[in-house]
């Protein structure tokens, strides 16, 4: 195979590559900017610190992912993708509201309290003393979003019969979105599995029953 090194110009001269390739592999950079942000939230985490962690140098930081605020919104992009998405897989599977819960909160008391990774949840933590009102504000708006997400298949539970008429799907989505958090703190502060599932179950005990 010929390479860019052998080809020639029309005055003989070896031609230049275009650019220089990437010496770093982006998705490994960024699972470690993922964790970063995670174990310390957004504001603790400087761009000397993404440095170190990604083993890159600020250029090629910024060359990749744009700047701190740029390369957090993929970062929380991905966190969903890769470990955030058991609430709405939750939600969309489970064949009733009650189980979507549920499973919702069982699911959480593993995921936050997984060996080898940072503890609780990465859009929870990462506003904690946040003073960047536009990562405060996406942040809120993904969590009230998700309590949107649960208030919806709550509605759609007290529709099909499986909740009575009368329940109030925005406080008892509320109960929800508060237990997730709250468990997400726990799991920081030290709770085990087991201890944020024996919560989880309690939660569920106030669930009115058709």
Not at 3 to 13: E, L
Not at 24 to 39: M, N, S
Request: with cysteine; charged share 30%; proline share 4%.
């Amino acid at each position: 195979m010929v390479s860019s090194h052998d080809i020639k110009d029309a005055a003989g001269r070896a031609s230049k590559p275009r650019g220089r390739p990437r010496s770093f592999d982006r998705e490994t950079a960024l699972e470690k900017a993922i964790l970063a942000f995670w174990e310390h939230g957004y504001e603790a985490t400087s761009v000397s610190d993404l440095t170190q962690v990604m083993g890159i140098g600020a250029p090629s930081l910024y060359a990749a992912f744009g700047d701190k605020r740029s390369l957090f919104d993929e970062v929380v992009r991905e966190y969903g993708e890769r470990y955030g998405s058991f609430g709405g897989r939750a939600l969309a599977e489970e064949p009733t509201a009650r189980a979507a819960v549920e499973r919702m909160l069982r699911e959480a008391a593993g995921e936050y309290t997984e060996p080898g990774r940072p503890r609780g949840c990465l859009v929870v933590h990462a506003a904690t003393n946040c003073t960047t009102p536009e990562v405060e504000e996406s942040l809120r708006e993904r969590r009230n979003a998700n309590i949107t997400a649960i208030e919806s298949r709550i509605r759609s539970g007290i529709a099909a019969g499986e909740l009575p008429a009368g329940t109030d799907a925005a406080a008892l989505a509320r109960h929800a979105g508060a237990m997730i958090q709250g468990m997400s703190q726990q799991a920081r502060d030290g709770a085990t599995k087991e201890e944020l599932e024996a919560l989880a179950e309690l939660a569920m005990r106030i669930w009115p029953r058709s």
